[in-house]
């Protein structure tokens, strides 16, 4: 019997410190199939940002401790969360004030009061555009990978090739010396140099890279 596949909810952070208005957000936006994290200002939010991973942040503009221009400066200057899909929540209307969250980066505004139907397709805007950049990303990163490993392997193509040369080269003005030691040593150069051609390969054949993770602190490609 097949298992059923669970499709993983997108991600919503909001950010309002009206207890009422932040309740009734959070019910509205689990009813719509999303999965949700409220907290009362930017600074918490900052607080659960990297652990919670959402698609779009939704923020009032006007809160205690850190507003919601504040946390959204934070949020666009960090490379890890700027494809965030951030979302201002404002009773604000002049020209002046769009401009200055456009300037520190927000993605959309909404005026308070909010009409439910449009919250709901301003985020679900939000998620498409948060995964088309997420997918084109992810497509940048992996042809400059594959672009890199071509180059590593094609500039360790032309020593490996001088290098096989002239060790044939080396065994055959040996060969009628006696030098039975000198034989696990060909033995294992020519060894070295078959995982080297199979690097080498590898690489300049690499086409869809999948980064693993090395150590604590350092990633590599995987190779078959």
């Known amino acids: 019997m097949d298992k059923m596949v669970v499709e993983?909810?997108?991600?919503?952070?909001?950010?309002?410190?009206?207890?009422?208005?932040?309740?009734?957000?959070?019910?509205?936006?689990?009813?719509n199939n999303f999965e949700v994290i409220a907290v009362n200002n930017g600074k918490e939010a900052l607080e659960v940002l990297d652990s919670f991973k959402p698609k779009v942040i939704l923020a009032d503009?006007?809160?205690p401790v850190m507003d919601g221009l504040q946390f959204c400066?934070?949020?666009?200057?960090?490379?890890?969360?700027?494809?965030?899909y951030f979302i201002i929540l404002t009773a604000r209307t002049s020209l002046n004030d769009r401009i200055t969250g456009?300037?520190?980066g927000a993605d959309d505004f909404l005026m308070k009061p909010?009409?439910?139907?449009?919250?709901?397709?301003?985020?679900?805007?939000?998620?498409?555009i948060f995964n088309l950049q997420n997918e084109l990303r992810t497509a940048e990163h992996s042809k400059a990978i594959v672009e890199l490993a071509c180059t590593i392997g094609h500039n360790l193509n032309n020593p490996l090739s001088s290098l096989s040369s002239a060790l044939t080269?080396?065994?055959?003005?040996?060969?009628?010396?006696?030098?039975p030691d000198l034989k696990d040593d060909f033995l294992i150069i020519d060894r070295s140099l078959d995982k080297i051609r199979n690097l080498v390969k590898q690489l300049t054949d690499l086409k869809n890279p999948e980064i693993i993770e090395y150590t604590d602190n350092s990633k590599m490609i995987k190779l078959k």
């Open 102 to 104: 456009l300037d520190i």
């Open 169 to 179: 080269d080396l065994k055959s003005e040996l060969s009628n010396i006696k030098l």
């Open 114 to 128: 909010i009409e439910n139907q449009e919250l709901i397709a301003r985020i679900r805007s939000g998620v498409r």
């Open 61 to 63: 503009w006007t809160m």
């Open 8 to 31: 993983e909810m997108d991600k919503i952070l909001v950010v309002e410190d009206e207890k009422d208005t932040r309740f009734i957000l959070d019910k509205l936006l689990k009813k």
């Open 73 to 84: 400066d934070i949020v666009k200057k960090n490379e890890k969360h700027k494809l965030i």
